[in-house]
């Protein structure tokens, strides 16, 4: 499997592989694949990554920008990550998390936000941290690596796209 950059043509994939993915989803709302395409429409894709075997796309993930009120910089929201449901388990999603994780922080960022399981992230070193908050869901469920500087304190917003 090889990770790399998002390309114009593999566009319709992508919007295919998160629908799927996301489909029967008990958290999901059925968004995910438009917001993508939201996010790459309005300039705030910051890096969209693929997975891909010898044959096919097998799985996608996306950083989008966040704002942070206590003014802290380069911060990015990870998600959606997406895996075609017939390869679960199979090391593409961690994959892509780490790879993004990596280049994120190659880039000078500060740290990434998640809404997700604090079980399946926290082995990436996320943690919830009651100082960074985001409004709406369950709080253990926001949280936070810091890549570079000290932790942030406030309240997130994310782009646009994200309604």
Request: glycine share 14%.
């Amino acid at each position: 499997m090889a990770i790399r950059p998002e390309r114009e043509g593999d566009v319709a994939t992508i919007h295919t592989l998160t629908e799927t993915a996301f489909r029967d989803m008990p958290f999901s709302d059925g968004d995910e694949q438009h917001l993508v395409d939201r996010l790459r429409g309005d300039g705030d894709l910051t890096l969209s990554l693929v997975a891909e075997d010898a044959s096919r796309i097998v799985g996608h993930i996306a950083f989008s920008p966040v704002t942070i009120t206590d003014g802290s910089k380069h911060w990015f929201g990870l998600g959606p990550v997406s895996v075609w449901p017939e390869l679960h388990a199979q090391g593409i999603g961690s994959a892509l998390i780490r790879r993004g994780i990596a280049e994120l922080q190659e880039r000078g960022a500060g740290g990434i936000v998640l809404l997700g399981s604090p079980d399946y992230y926290g082995r990436f070193g996320f943690v919830h941290d009651p100082a960074l908050t985001y409004p709406g869901p369950p709080p253990e469920y926001f949280q936070r690596l810091v890549l570079a500087g000290p932790a942030p304190s406030g309240v997130v917003s994310y782009a646009k796209g994200f309604g």
